[in-house]
């Protein structure tokens, strides 16, 4: 085979082909080897043009009290089913579950606004995400703040990414407030008029099309 350099160079068209190794299937899965393969510049194109598209959000308005535990419970986000069997992704209210009805990559983001039952406070929650009843996605979240007054609130942003292969797998999100730490609650963030208050948790999640 002749040195890349030997070749002329040409103005690449979208139909133009590259050679590549073939390492992930279109369900996400491994392939064997990394065979050979060629892959057309459109189909490039398409792939790096993808982005993140909404496919649900729901939230808590009220006040949410974490178990005062290690063990944690269930975090219910809004009280009304959001999306369909037909959906890339619905939330069921019952349980606080997230199924994904489509492969593909998405985005989970979970927002929280921390607060201490008490000023000078050390408040102490912990997150975790737990795929299919069992198994635990990411490192388990931390938030211990200083609670200046019992008015303050902490933001809190948990972003996951994961890739869905199998129709079906679902999510749920745990919380707790451990005994070796300050009581803490998630409560609302006041807007002051400036539109809607801001919700104690919110879950939003985002699929890459």
Do not use: H
Not at 31 to 37: D, E, I, K, Q
Not at 77 to 105: P, W
Not at 174 to 188: E, M
């Amino acid at each position: 085979m002749a040195q890349i350099s030997s070749y002329p160079s040409l103005t690449p068209q979208l139909g133009d082909k590259l050679l590549g190794s073939n390492s992930i299937d279109a369900s996400g899965s491994p392939v064997s080897g990394n065979p050979t393969a060629q892959f057309t510049l459109t189909s490039v194109k398409t792939l790096v043009d993808q982005q993140l598209i909404e496919q649900l959000s729901t939230s808590k308005t009220g006040t949410y009290s974490p178990p005062r535990d290690n063990v944690g419970e269930i975090m219910i986000f809004g009280a009304a089913d959001v999306g369909t069997t037909a959906s890339s992704a619905q939330y069921t209210a019952l349980t606080g579950t997230v199924t994904f009805n489509t492969i593909g990559t998405y985005s989970i983001r979970q927002y929280y606004y921390g607060a201490s039952g008490a000023a000078t406070n050390l408040p102490y929650l912990l997150f975790k995400t737990i795929k299919n009843g069992t198994t635990q996605v990411d490192p388990t979240t931390t938030a211990r703040w200083y609670a200046g007054a019992s008015t303050n609130r902490l933001p809190i942003c948990i972003e996951t990414s994961v890739n869905v292969t199998d129709v079906g797998d679902y999510y749920n999100f745990w919380s707790c407030s451990p005994t070796d730490g300050a009581v803490a609650t998630l409560n609302p963030q006041l807007a002051g008029g400036f539109g809607t208050d801001v919700p104690c948790a919110q879950l939003i999640i985002l699929k890459l099309v």
